[in-house]
T-cell receptor
Framework: AQKVTQAQTEISVVEKEDVTLDCVYE???????LFWYKQPPSGELVFLIR??????QNEISGRYSWNFQKSTSSFNFTITASQVVDSAVYFC?????????????FGKGTHLIIQP | DTGVSQDPRHKITKRGQNVTFRCDPI?????LYWYRQTLGQGPEFLTY????????KSRLLSDRFSAERPKGSFSTLEIQRTEQGDSAMYLC??????????FGPGTRLTVT
């Protein structure tokens, strides 16, 4: 069975601070995919990134970066120089297919609050 | 690309009533998914269609839940004999054959 754990329920930082959201996953599949989604107050989930289990290279996209470490089954997400607009709930998710054809398994989410 | 749309956005119903939600996926997407999200939790996968075929339905929460996608375009999710525990946000997502899932805004169900 697949499982995603986001141990941080809520994080509050002041604008311009860096913040890291943790994600630990469990799966017996050798091929799998990891995702991060953002859910702003409006409620609609926004896709941020997808990585497959064979690609452990870190990814950077603007102020966002992701650190995938198979050895610790973690896929952490860092926001550099946070902004108020980054305030949202962030979900880490797992599937065994790239398109999520089996359905995504989500963590419980981390509520990120960026204070001005 | 008009995005995934869901209707209604909010539904209030009395316990025991049947409700039906509609999802219109992005037009070129052949895959469609339903999820349920309760307060403080991540979305929970319910079912999945590839075109009109429902390829995964074992995760539907009970036999009161059913979904259809008759022509491979829009889909409906029906809950019969609603219970207070069914109160949640119901999310629809669509994707192309290989690609990320795009989510709709959700239908918030309140069972009184």
């Amino acid at each position: 069975a697949q499982k995603v754990t986001q141990a941080q329920t809520e994080i509050s930082v002041v604008e311009k601070e860096d913040v890291t959201l943790d994600c630990v996953y469990e799966t017996r599949d050798t091929t799998y995919y990891l995702f991060w989604y953002k859910q702003p107050p409006s409620g609609e989930l926004v896709f941020l990134i997808r990585r497959n289990s064979f690609d452990e290279q870190n990814e950077i996209s603007g102020r966002y970066s992701w650190n995938f470490q198979k050895s610790t089954s973690s896929f952490n997400f860092t926001i550099t120089a946070s902004q108020v607009v980054d305030s949202a709930v962030y979900f880490c998710a797992l599937s065994y297919s790239g398109g999520g054809a089996d359905g995504l398994t989500f963590g419980k989410g981390t509520h990120l609050i960026i204070q001005p | 690309d008009t995005g995934v749309s869901q209707d209604p956005r909010h539904k209030i119903t009395k316990r025991g009533q049947n409700v039906t939600f509609r999802c219109d996926p992005i037009s070129e997407h052949n895959r469609l998914y339903w999820y349920r999200q309760t307060l403080g939790q991540g979305p929970e996968f319910l079912t999945y269609f590839q075109n009109e075929a429902q390829l995964e339905k074992s995760r539907l929460l009970s036999d009161r839940f059913s979904a259809e996608r008759p022509k491979g375009s829009f889909s409906t999710l029906e809950i019969q004999r609603t219970e207070q525990g069914d109160s949640a946000m119901y999310l629809c997502a669509s994707s192309p054959p290989v690609g990320k899932q795009y989510f709709g805004p959700g239908t918030r169900l309140t069972v009184t």
